[in-house]
């Protein structure tokens, strides 16, 4: 089952220069449970893909599908609608709110698809606790360390169940033993939950992890392997 | 994990921001609460002193002077007792009471009084200076505040039921102190008056004012011994000070065109002006407020949301959609509202509080229903002041916060 499926997907932004073309006549499929990394130049336009096969961003033309369903028209609220319950989110920076402990930012898409507090707070627990910060719960991301704020980011995305973990430069902000520990976590959850992961990478070690191997350079796929 | 949840954590986490941001609301609301609160008081004790004080408006004979109605020679000018009849019959509203009066200076044992012709019924028993005297029935003033209302607001002031006379016959009169003194007169006795001899009634307590040196007749006796029947020198008027300052005068003199129609105008003009220009300057203040706390939470809503663009952009990302931030940052601008409300409430009552008797000369206590105008008008400035920043807001694409990465 191709759980990911693109068709002349292309994105161009305006810009005072002139129109930049990020993304041309993109076609590629993804298969359920399979393990994507996305490879690259800077400016290649890897985030681009990254971003709208999430539906983050709208592509100019084209048309792509997530789980057999069309989104490229469908609209923003649908589009929210479908994030919450089939995706989920791994970014660089981590990308969690400052102000909420991990467990609360943990719980905050359980929050989002309305799951009952109680079981929220259980559900979050479980997941920090399979990230090994079971002692790390009521913390804030700033009393962290950088490996451990993105295990809480694993752990956020995680945590619903979804069908597609998209995540961007992963392991950018981590030295290269941190790297691979989360790496592994994201290759474990890859293979133990079926759960489908496209990787962002600048990192040749990370992109071996994929099993499905995509390079971009100019907005094009210059190979998949 | 809830909306108000987040909503409280995120405001938590910048208490500073939080009271900066409030300080402009709670000032504002506190100068309106304690304004209104001083103004309401101030009004109960105008009423009160107004009240006390008994008629507090002149209905007298064109011609005829204030001095006049105090000690009115034999040949001062008359008003006919019609004009009584004119002021029932017409729709005036608050005139709680009438005492229509005959006054003339009379000779006693060489010694010059004032008697005074009232009608029974009508009189109003001196204000609370005759209440010793224990006759008469029971007058309340119509925009008085109500004995519960008095002591809901501090003022247990029972003077605020006065007694009308009703009991004085043809042949009764009523001494004042210092008449009764001079003339050892007691209850009972007898006192002759113009070769007409009256029964003292009552000896009226020592008041310290005209009245103690003055003797109440029956009017129709008093009109008798003048040989002037249905003509009276003045009609004192309890008006309802409210009614006063809409303008009953004027439409007092339309009645009775032909007369001189006053007031006790240092307190009615003195106090009345200085509430009206109170609530004049709580109405500056609400205008004033509504702009500067508007301004105030919508540029502490428009830095929080650029501050928060990242934040907002991962709530977006996760799936958040467009009005659920557009309501998190109205459910934000409503906490900020309700707490502006009751801190300006509690700001302003206790600035009313230790301000009232230095200002107005009065006590003042808390009033309860300010709290809920409080809450409403501060979560109102608030949410004004943030649905600009929240629609902007709510514009935020989910992907923000990675651009800035």
């Known amino acids: 089952m191709n759980i990911i499926q693109t068709h002349n997907l292309s994105k161009s932004y305006q810009h005072k220069d002139g129109v930049v073309d990020a993304l041309k006549n993109v076609s590629l499929s993804v298969e359920k449970g399979s393990f994507v990394t996305i490879t690259g130049p800077s400016g290649s336009g890897k985030t681009t893909l990254l971003l709208t096969l999430a539906g983050l961003i709208r592509p100019t033309s084209g048309s792509f599908s997530i789980l057999e369903k069309n989104l490229t028209h469908v609209p923003d609220s649908e589009l929210a609608y479908f994030r919450r319950k089939n995706v989920g989110f791994i970014m660089q920076s981590f990308a969690l709110i400052p102000y909420l402990t991990c467990i609360q930012n943990v719980m905050m898409p359980l929050s989002l698809n309305k799951v009952d507090k109680e079981k929220q707070k259980s559900m979050a627990q479980e997941v920090l606790a399979n990230v090994g910060l079971e002692n790390r719960m009521n913390h804030l991301p700033r009393e962290l360390s950088a490996g451990q704020q993105q295990r809480v980011a694993i752990a956020r995305a995680l945590v619903n169940n979804p069908s597609v973990i998209f995540a961007d430069e992963p392991t950018g902000n981590l030295d290269p033993s941190l790297s691979l520990e989360i790496l592994d976590i994201l290759k474990e959850i890859n293979q133990q939950k079926n759960i489908t992961v496209v990787m962002v990478t600048h990192s040749p070690v990370a992109a071996e992890y994929g099993d499905v191997r995509i390079h971009l350079e100019d907005g094009q796929i210059i190979s998949i392997n | ?316 990302m996760m799936g958040t959609l467009k009005n659920e931030i557009y309501k998190i940052l109205l459910v934000k601008a409503t906490i900020l509202g309700l707490l502006g409300g009751l801190l300006g409430y509690l700001f302003g009552t206790i600035a009313a509080y230790y301000m009232g008797p230095v200002f107005a000369q009065i006590q003042v206590s808390p009033i309860p229903i300010f709290i809920l105008w409080s809450v409403l008008i501060s979560i109102g400035i608030s949410i004004l002041g943030s649905i600009l920043p929240a629609y902007f807001a709510a514009k935020f694409e989910p992907f923000s916060n990675m651009q800035e990465e």
């Open chain 2, 1 to 316: 994990m809830t909306l108000i949840k987040l909503v409280w954590i995120e405001l938590w986490n910048k208490k500073s921001q939080l009271v900066s941001s409030l300080m402009a609301i709670v000032i504002g609301i506190g100068v309106i609460v304690g304004i209104r609160t001083i103004n309401v008081y101030s009004e109960k004790a105008v009423a009160v002193k107004l009240d006390n004080l008994g008629a507090n408006i002149l209905v007298l004979p064109q011609a005829a002077s204030i001095d006049d109605y105090y000690t009115s020679d034999i040949d001062a000018p008359t008003i006919p007792m019609e004009y009584v009849e004119r002021i029932l019959t017409s729709d005036l509203k608050g005139v709680d009471n009438m005492s229509p009066k005959l006054t003339r200076r009379i000779t006693i044992n060489n010694k010059k009084y004032v008697l005074t012709g009232i009608q029974p019924k009508n009189e109003i028993a001196s204000k609370p200076l005759w209440q010793t005297t224990g006759f008469g029935k029971e007058l309340e003033a119509s925009c008085a505040p109500s004995s519960g209302e008095n002591k809901s607001h501090g003022y247990e002031d029972e003077k605020l039921k006065r007694k009308a006379v009703d009991t004085l016959d043809y042949s009764e009169c009523l001494l004042g102190f210092q008449v009764a003194k001079e003339l050892k007169l007691k209850e009972n006795d007898t006192l002759k008056i113009q070769d007409k001899k009256f029964n003292v009634a009552k000896l009226l307590t020592e008041t310290g004012t005209v009245d103690d040196d003055r003797i109440f007749v029956n009017l129709k006796a008093a009109q008798d011994l003048f040989g002037i029947p249905n003509q009276i020198s003045a009609i004192e008027i309890m008006g309802c000070c409210n009614a006063i300052s809409d303008g009953l005068l004027g439409k007092l003199r339309n009645i009775l065109p032909d007369t001189r129609i006053t007031t006790i105008n240092q307190i009615v003009s003195t106090q009345i002006e200085t509430n009206k220009m109170m609530n004049k300057t709580s109405i500056i203040f609400l205008i004033i407020i509504l702009f500067v706390g508007s301004i105030s939470i919508g540029n502490y809503m428009w830095a929080n949301v650029n501050e928060r663009r990242k934040e907002i952009g991962i709530l977006r």
